[in-house]
């Protein structure tokens, strides 16, 4: 135990770089994977067919294939073609990409979810199209598919470790190292672990379900 | 600017497709293990053993919210450090069996919470045994409520395989690697990656839905998904 409490001393401050930069990749990937997800949502439910086939041909493509595999691709093939990343935004567009294309089917799944007669009512009240979408379908909607976000901003979080396989310097990234040089694995890979569930217990679940109680409360009021 | 070699496609293919067995083997396994250990997971939470339900649920817990990247390297690593030396496959099968299991331990559970309590009451006033109980009326109509649940797990641990790279496990992902590394090139082995994986987790998952439209239908129950 001893050991335990100058070992976090001497490492401390790298565990929080290495947090800072894990929550830098989460953020950025979570902006993006929020974007896609609703662009490609929406693209799926287009009653124009090329439209349509983009989104779908995009969301299997996403998920069908791994995220590892997806970023190895983005930063050593697309190099190739002459788009050059570097490993930071590389990584946060894998993470966001790959899980914006899950989250997609949440937005979907969500807007579908809606009573058809609050189309039916809105087609009533001659609300246009858009209005109808983002002042009644999307709010009822958006309330639906927040627990099911939660989970995936869980599994985006879990999916940032693997920046570090690019060498992304991220918390996955510093535990390594710092393994390399103490051999101390438990307590390196412990204390790691311990992180990413506190983030993931601690923040990212009550914010999300404050988040959802937010919005039934504006929803359920006016 | 766009190289693709189709004579070197042609000479790492057969190496990828073997590598590609060792993945299905990896992900099959790990499946098995989870499939095994995620029902004892879930029983376990059944028991009347206060304690027991909440370590449990705590490790549940904790294992599907942290990385598997970085469960695999604690297996791989901490064993070690206490003496026991185990090889990439056994401790990546126990990394993402465990981590799988904490799935679908959720899986089961839901399973078995999706039957109403009217059939466990009936069960008791017909005076069925629990063995009867269970095989009979309750795991009949809990099985449709899981296969989904099942299929994208089986569809995900496929996806994760390429992470037991990380501790030298030989499986498809590697063998790209390798082949990067010994040549090179970069394109044809991480696109031919990406496409077997689309190749076998496509047809995969749409075989679920099929499957689970058909159990559906056999128990007399509405269809999930509308034709679209």
Same mark, same amino acid.
């Given at each position: 135990?001893?050991?335990?409490?100058?070992?976090?001393?001497?490492?401390?401050?790298?565990?929080?770089?290495?947090?800072?930069?894990?929550?830098?990749?989460?953020?950025?990937?979570?902006?993006?994977?929020?974007?896609?997800?609703?662009?490609?949502?929406?693209?799926?439910?287009?009653?124009?067919?090329?439209?349509?086939?983009?989104?779908?041909?995009?969301?299997?493509?996403?998920?069908?294939?791994?995220?590892?595999?997806?970023?190895?691709?983005?930063?050593?093939?697309?190099?190739?073609?002459?788009?050059?990343?570097?490993?930071?935004?590389?990584?946060?567009?894998?993470?966001?990409?790959?899980?914006?294309?899950?989250?997609?089917?949440?937005?979907?799944?969500?807007?579908?979810?809606?009573?058809?007669?609050?189309?039916?009512?809105?087609?009533?009240?001659?609300?246009?199209?858009?209005?109808?979408?983002?002042?009644?379908?999307?709010?009822?909607?958006?309330?639906?598919?927040?627990?099911?976000?939660?989970?995936?901003?869980?599994?985006?979080?879990?999916?940032?470790?693997?920046?570090?396989?690019?060498?992304?310097?991220?918390?996955?990234?510093?535990?390594?190292?710092?393994?390399?040089?103490?051999?101390?694995?438990?307590?390196?890979?412990?204390?790691?672990?311990?992180?990413?569930?506190?983030?993931?217990?601690?923040?990212?679940?009550?914010?999300?379900?404050?988040?959802?109680?937010?919005?039934?409360?504006?929803?359920?009021?006016? | 600017?766009?190289?693709?070699?189709?004579?070197?496609?042609?000479?790492?293919?057969?190496?990828?497709?073997?590598?590609?067995?060792?993945?299905?083997?990896?992900?099959?396994?790990?499946?098995?293990?989870?499939?095994?250990?995620?029902?004892?997971?879930?029983?376990?939470?059944?028991?009347?053993?206060?304690?027991?339900?909440?370590?449990?649920?705590?490790?549940?817990?904790?294992?599907?919210?942290?990385?598997?990247?970085?469960?695999?390297?604690?297996?791989?690593?901490?064993?070690?450090?206490?003496?026991?030396?185990?090889?990439?496959?056994?401790?990546?099968?126990?990394?993402?069996?465990?981590?799988?299991? $904490?799935?679908?331990? *959720?899986? &089961? /559970?839901?399973?078995?919470?999706?039957?109403?309590? =009217?059939?466990?009451?009936?069960? %008791?006033?017909?005076?069925?045994?629990?063995?009867?109980?269970?095989?009979?009326?309750?795991?009949?109509?809990?099985?449709?409520?899981?296969?989904?649940?099942?299929?994208?797990?089986?569809?995900?641990?496929?996806?994760?395989?390429?992470?037991?790279?990380?501790?030298?496990?030989?499986?498809?992902?590697?063998?790209?690697? $390798?082949?990067?590394? *010994?040549? &090179? /090139?970069?394109?044809?082995?991480?696109?031919?990656? =990406?496409?077997?994986?689309?190749? %076998?987790?496509?047809?995969?998952?749409?075989?679920?839905?099929?499957?689970?439209?058909?159990?559906?239908?056999?128990?007399?129950?509405?269809?999930?998904?509308?034709?679209?």
């Amino acid at each position: 135990m001893q050991s335990y409490v100058e070992f976090l001393q001497t490492y401390a401050p790298r565990f929080v770089d290495g947090t800072l930069v894990t929550l830098q990749q989460a953020g950025l990937g979570t902006i993006l994977a929020v974007v896609i997800a609703l662009v490609m949502a929406f693209m799926k439910m287009s009653s124009f067919f090329p439209v349509r086939w983009v989104g779908i041909v995009y969301i299997e493509i996403f998920r069908g294939t791994s995220l590892l595999v997806q970023m190895y691709w983005i930063f050593f093939v697309l190099p190739l073609f002459g788009l050059t990343l570097n490993k930071f935004t590389a990584g946060f567009l894998a993470v966001g990409l790959n899980l914006g294309a899950y989250g997609a089917e949440l937005v979907r799944g969500g807007i579908q979810s809606v009573p058809r007669g609050q189309y039916e009512a809105a087609i009533a009240l001659n609300l246009p199209p858009f209005k109808r979408m983002r002042r009644i379908i999307f709010p009822q909607a958006l309330l639906n598919m927040l627990p099911p976000w939660g989970n995936l901003l869980i599994e985006l979080l879990k999916s940032t470790a693997l920046v570090a396989l690019i060498s992304v310097t991220d918390l996955m990234f510093e535990s390594k190292m710092i393994n390399s040089t103490t051999l101390l694995s438990a307590q390196t890979f412990g204390t790691a672990l311990i992180i990413y569930y506190l983030i993931a217990r601690f923040i990212l679940t009550p914010g999300m379900r404050g988040l959802e109680k937010r919005l039934s409360r504006k929803l359920s009021i006016g | 600017m766009f190289d693709w070699k189709w004579n070197f496609t042609f000479e790492i293919l057969p190496r990828l497709l073997e590598a590609t067995l060792k993945t299905l083997l990896a992900a099959g396994f790990g499946y098995l293990i989870a499939l095994i250990l995620g029902l004892a997971f879930a029983l376990a939470q059944r028991t009347p053993f206060r304690l027991l339900t909440h370590i449990v649920r705590e490790f549940v817990e904790f294992v599907r919210s942290t990385p598997l990247v970085l469960q695999i390297f604690f297996v791989f690593y901490v064993g070690p450090q206490f003496g026991i030396r185990l090889s990439p496959w056994t401790s990546g099968m126990i990394a993402i069996g465990l981590h799988y299991a $904490s799935y679908l331990s *959720e899986v &089961y /559970r839901a399973g078995l919470d999706s039957v109403p309590k =009217g059939q466990w009451e009936a069960c %008791i006033a017909l005076n069925l045994s629990v063995k009867r109980t269970y095989y009979k009326i309750i795991i009949p109509q809990a099985i449709p409520t899981v296969i989904p649940g099942f299929g994208n797990y089986l569809v995900a641990i496929f996806k994760d395989t390429p992470m037991l790279s990380v501790i030298g496990v030989t499986e498809l992902f590697h063998a790209a690697t $390798s082949i990067g590394a *010994e040549t &090179y /090139r970069f394109l044809e082995p991480y696109t031919l990656v =990406g496409l077997i994986f689309l190749a %076998i987790s496509l047809p995969t998952a749409m075989f679920i839905r099929r499957f689970e439209d058909w159990m559906r239908a056999s128990l007399g129950m509405k269809k999930l998904y509308a034709k679209d």
